[in-house]
C-alpha cells in the first residue's frame, strides 16, 4: 500500500444496496484503498456482502439516513488517522479510477468535489441531465456559488477540513448543507472531472434530477 492510500480512508454509506454493495467495495478495496462501509440500518443482507477482508463495515441499528451514515463512517476513518476522506457512493454508480485524481487535487485544495459535467455520463436519458443541469443551476442560485455539478456524491477532503464540514442534515440534505459550510467557512474548492454510470439499479432508486430536487427541498425547505 502506498503512502497515500494507507492515509485515505474510502466512506461508503449504504442502504439496501444488498445487490451491488459486494462488487463495488471489492472494487475499491482491490485498488489498495482503506474503506469502511456504513449500513444504515438496511434491511437486507447489505452488511453481510460488504464483509470482507480489508472492508471495515459498521451498523446502524436502524436508518438514520446518508448524511448520518456518511458522519459515522468520517468520525470512523479520522479516529484511524485519516489525512484524506473521499465519499463514494454504495449503488454503483461511482469510479474507483477517478479516487487518485480526487485525492491529487487535494495538493492545492482543502476539498475535490467530482463534476460529473466536467468528465463523462454513462446511461443517462437526455431529460435526466437536463433536470441535474437545473438542479444546479438552482442550488447555485441559493447557495452563492459557482458550481458546474452541485450534488456529485464523489468527493474528497482534508482531514483538516472535516471539522468545518461536519454533517449535521441526516437525510439527503447533507449534500446541500457541505456547499453553504464549503462557502462560509473559506475551505478551498476545485472541481474534478469524474464519470458517473447510471445503471439499471440505479435508476430503479429514483437516482438523479429528481433526487436533486428533492435534496434542495429537504435542505432550503424543511432543514
Same mark, same amino acid.
Given at each position: ?32 484503498? =482503506?474503506?469502511?462501509?456504513? #449500513?444504515?440500518?438496511?434491511?437486507? #443482507? ?6 470482507? /477482508? ?15 451514515? &456518511? ?6 476513518? &479520522? ?9 463514494? #457512493? ?9 479516487? /487518485?485524481?480526487?485525492?491529487?487535487? &487535494? ?5 475535490? $468535489? ?10 443517462? @436519458? ?14 447555485? @442560485? ?7 455539478? @452541485? ?11 472535516? /471539522?468545518? $464540514?461536519?454533517?449535521?442534515? #441526516?437525510?439527503?440534505?447533507?449534500? @446541500?448543507? &457541505? $456547499? ?8 478551498? $474548492? ?10 439499471? =439499479? ?22
Amino acid at each position: 500500500m502506498t503512502p497515500q492510500r494507507s492515509e485515505t480512508w474510502v466512506v461508503i454509506a449504504a442502504y439496501n444496496e444488498g445487490r451491488v454493495i459486494r462488487e463495488v467495495v471489492r472494487e475499491v478495496v482491490r485498488k489498495g484503498w =482503506h474503506v469502511v462501509v456504513v #449500513d444504515d440500518g438496511s434491511r437486507d #443482507d447489505t452488511a453481510a456482502a460488504a464483509t470482507m /477482508p480489508g472492508a471495515v463495515v459498521l451498523r446502524h441499528a436502524v436508518n438514520l439516513g446518508q448524511g448520518a451514515a &456518511l458522519q459515522t463512517g468520517i468520525d470512523y476513518a &479520522l479516529r484511524r488517522g485519516a489525512r484524506e476522506i473521499v465519499t463514494f #457512493d454504495a449503488d454503483g454508480q461511482h469510479a474507483v479510477e477517478d479516487i /487518485p485524481c480526487l485525492i491529487a487535487a &487535494l495538493s492545492t485544495a482543502d476539498i475535490a $468535489l467530482g463534476s460529473r459535467f466536467l468528465g463523462k455520463v454513462e446511461g443517462a @436519458s437526455g431529460s435526466r441531465m437536463a433536470m441535474l443541469r437545473a438542479a444546479t443551476a438552482v442550488s447555485n @442560485s441559493l447557495s452563492g456559488m459557482k458550481l458546474t455539478d @452541485s450534488h456529485c456524491g464523489l468527493r474528497a477532503f482534508r482531514s483538516t477540513a472535516a /471539522p468545518a $464540514l461536519r454533517i449535521t442534515q #441526516d437525510r439527503m440534505a447533507h449534500a @446541500s448543507e &457541505l $456547499l453553504r459550510k464549503i462557502r462560509t467557512s473559506g475551505l478551498r $474548492l476545485v472541481e474534478v472531472p469524474v464519470t458517473i454510470k447510471y445503471t439499471e =439499479h440505479s435508476k430503479s432508486k429514483g437516482q438523479g434530477g429528481i433526487q436533486a430536487v428533492r435534496i434542495l427541498f429537504d435542505y432550503f425547505f424543511r432543514a
